[in-house]
T-cell receptor, first 116, second 111 residues
Framework: DAGVTQSPTHLIKTRGQQVTLRCSPKSGHDTVSWYQQALGQGPQFIFQYYEEEERQRGNFPDRFSGHQFPNYSSELNVNALLLGDSALYLC???????????????FGPGTRLTVL | DAKTTQPPSMDCAEGRAANLPCNHSTISGNEYVYWYRQIHSQGPQYIIHGLKNNETNEMASLIITEDRKSSTLILPHATLRDTAVYYCIVQRSNSGYALNFGKGTSLLVTP
């Protein structure tokens, strides 16, 4: 158990709808990263939040947005859902700090999103 | 970040050592080697990481060649619960942001 929690576990939406996924980081961690994992593929980096700001972003459209709260928890929002957004969405937490450095990322169990 | 190459699949008998190789021939001096594994439909689990020296923890050992162009993850006594996809990732020490997962190695531990 990595101590990272995500909700909900599963979610079914229809095309065009909007979805919000939630993540609570491991105790003591201040940085949250989000990944998308399509079936049969490795996780793909969406973005990372530190001090309530997006610090790095992967190659994902603006339909994907996020937020980090003062307690370090985070949300991932996806607007105008497409069938291709069906995937496992993973949250990872780490201790980022003000200086860029490698700190081990610990993953939550993920949220399985199905878009019909 | 340097690219990694792993075999797509491997088998291992239960109780035997599982040795998972990874090539990272373009690795640079400040890049770490990380290993994660993902059991079906769960989130990736951190296993171990290293820079130059061999590393060991309660889960596994990481052997990095002297030229750092390849590494091997060793599970000393594989169990059925070790069946998973294993990812070898190279990451710069001063980035700490995105983990670039490839396709990994699907390890099947058989009775």
């Amino acid at each position: 158990d990595a101590g990272v929690t995500q909700s909900p576990t599963h979610l079914i939406k229809t095309r065009g709808q909007q979805v919000t996924l939630r993540c609570s980081p491991k105790s003591g961690h201040d940085t949250v990263s989000w990944y998308q994992q399509a079936l049969g593929q490795g996780p793909q980096f969406i973005f990372q939040y530190y001090e309530e700001e997006e610090r790095q972003r992967g190659n994902f459209p603006d339909r994907f947005s996020g937020h980090q709260f003062p307690n370090y928890s985070s949300e991932l929002n996806v607007n105008a859902l497409l069938l291709g957004d069906s995937a496992l969405y993973l949250c990872a937490s780490s201790l980022g700090g003000r200086v860029r450095r490698t700190d081990t990322q610990y993953f939550g169990p993920g949220t399985r999103l199905t878009v019909l | 970040d340097a690219k990694t190459t792993q075999p797509p699949s491997m088998d291992c008998a239960e109780g035997r050592a599982a040795n998972l190789p990874c090539n990272h021939s373009t690795i640079s001096g400040n890049e770490y080697v990380y290993w994660y594994r993902q059991i079906h439909s769960q989130g990736p689990q951190y296993i171990i990481h290293g820079l130059k020296n061999n590393e060991t923890n309660e889960m596994a050992s990481l052997i990095i060649t002297e030229d750092r162009k390849s590494s091997t993850l060793i599970l000393p006594h594989a169990t059925l619960r070790d069946t998973a996809v294993y990812y070898c990732i190279v990451q710069r020490s001063n980035s700490g942001y995105a983990l670039n997962f490839g396709k990994g190695t699907s390890l099947l531990v058989t009775p």
